[in-house]
């Protein structure tokens, strides 16, 4: 069993830069692979960004360049740093989880295969 705890959402103003963390309890060790997703009202929930156990970093393309995912492995913590936010970035932002010890990559496009998600932070964006 895995726990996950979205914090760090708010408001923030279209151009700002706004930190995401997720901090996970239980069973979980250097063979997770860590996701972001988000969902807007209306619309199906999409993956933001991912990281593999050894570190490589999926992003989709409407976030390449201004987000950053990043993990502690440690302290079993991801972080999305979001920057130059959009409007169309005010969402419900999810952590995810997945035990994937023969890939080094993570399924940024299938929320399906994710085994446990936390309950979300909200991210809203003023213009």
């Known amino acids: 069993q895995v726990q996950l705890a979205e914090s760090g959402g708010g408001s923030v103003q279209a151009g700002g830069s706004l930190r995401l963390s997720c901090e996970g309890s239980?069973?979980?060790?250097?063979?997770?692979?860590w996701g972001w997703f988000r969902q807007a009202p209306g619309k199906e929930r999409e993956g933001v960004a991912c990281?593999?156990?050894?570190?490589?970093?999926l992003y989709r393309d409407f976030v390449e360049g201004r987000f950053i995912i990043s993990k502690d492995s440690g302290a079993n913590r991801v972080y999305l740093e979001m920057n130059r936010v959009e409007p169309e970035d005010a969402a419900m932002y999810y952590c995810?989880?997945?035990?994937?010890?023969?890939?080094?990559?993570?399924?940024?496009?299938?929320?399906?295969?994710?085994?446990?998600w936390g309950q979300g932070t909200q991210v809203t964006v003023s213009s």
């Open positions: 239980g069973i979980i060790d250097s063979m997770h692979a």
């Open positions: 995810a989880i997945v035990r994937l010890p023969y890939s080094e990559g993570c399924p940024l496009y299938s929320s399906r295969t994710w085994d446990s």
């Open positions: 990281i593999g156990r050894l570190g490589m970093a």
